[in-house]
């Protein structure tokens, strides 16, 4: 089974459009995270949340926005898509509150056209 | 924000040659280190850590350094395989981890 899966894998869209990135994770861990990562695979946080509550939120977009039902999944919707926001996400967990080894999901590569 | 420097970012070695990957990491306060493995189209991977009261920790086949002083890490992979290519990212602990840019690791046969 897998520990952290994001769908979907591969998102291609166009400029404008709405869109949103799932994720779960099975591993029993309190806190979840969204990176994005660049074409020089910069990987930087974007948020994090310990058990449905926000605890780090950088300089992101409000066009981005992060919703947690439980604490099993983390979600990022991306309104208005923008050609900078073409990345990789990738969604990762740990355990505790404090910011330990993260177990990362496999990614969504986003193409904005 | 903060940032964390890899020295090289490709490094190509002959398959069963050691590996050593560097680090520069920029925050005297960092207390956690990390390595992680990417391989292409996967997520990073942890690969070993070690924290600021130490120097040293070995795991299998990798041995990571510590040099507080430089504020400096590495990485280093014994008798390197072509599974080892990959990109290989360190990450500072301050409050949250700090990714650096990455090195790729690419084994010759």
């Known amino acids: 089974d897998t520990a952290v899966s994001q769908t979907p894998k591969y998102l291609v869209t166009q400029m404008g459009n709405d869109k949103s990135i799932k994720c779960e994770q099975n591993?029993?861990?309190?806190?979840m995270y969204w990176y994005k990562q660049d074409s020089k695979k910069f990987l930087k946080i974007m948020f994090s949340?310990?058990?449905?509550?926000?605890?780090i939120n950088e300089t992101v977009p409000n066009r981005f926005s992060p919703k947690s039902p439980d604490k099993a999944h983390l979600n990022l919707h991306i309104n208005s898509l923008e050609l900078g926001d073409s990345a990789v996400y990738f969604c990762?967990?740990?355990?505790?509150?404090?910011?330990?080894?993260?177990?990362f999901g496999a990614g969504t590569r986003l193409s904005v056209l | 924000g903060e940032s964390v420097g890899l020295h090289l970012p490709t490094l190509s070695v002959q398959e069963g040659d050691n590996s050593i990957i560097n680090c520069a990491y920029s925050?005297?306060?960092?207390?956690?280190f990390i390595w992680y493995k990417q391989e292409s189209g996967k997520g990073p991977q942890f690969i070993i850590d070690?924290?600021?009261?130490?120097d040293k920790r070995q795991g299998q086949r990798v041995t990571v350094l510590l040099n507080k002083t430089v504020k400096h890490l590495s990485l280093q992979i014994a008798a390197t395989q072509p599974g080892d290519s990959a990109v290989y990212f360190c990450?500072?602990?301050?409050?949250?981890?700090?990714f650096g840019t990455g090195t790729s690791l690419t084994v010759i046969p």
């Open positions: 990762a967990s740990s355990q505790g509150s404090a910011v330990n080894i993260q177990y």
């Open positions: 591993l029993g861990h309190d806190t």
């Open positions: 949340y310990n058990n449905k509550e926000l605890i």
């Open positions: 925050n005297s306060a960092s207390d956690y």
């Open positions: 070690i924290r600021s009261n130490m």
């Open positions: 990450a500072e602990r301050y409050n949250q981890f700090y």
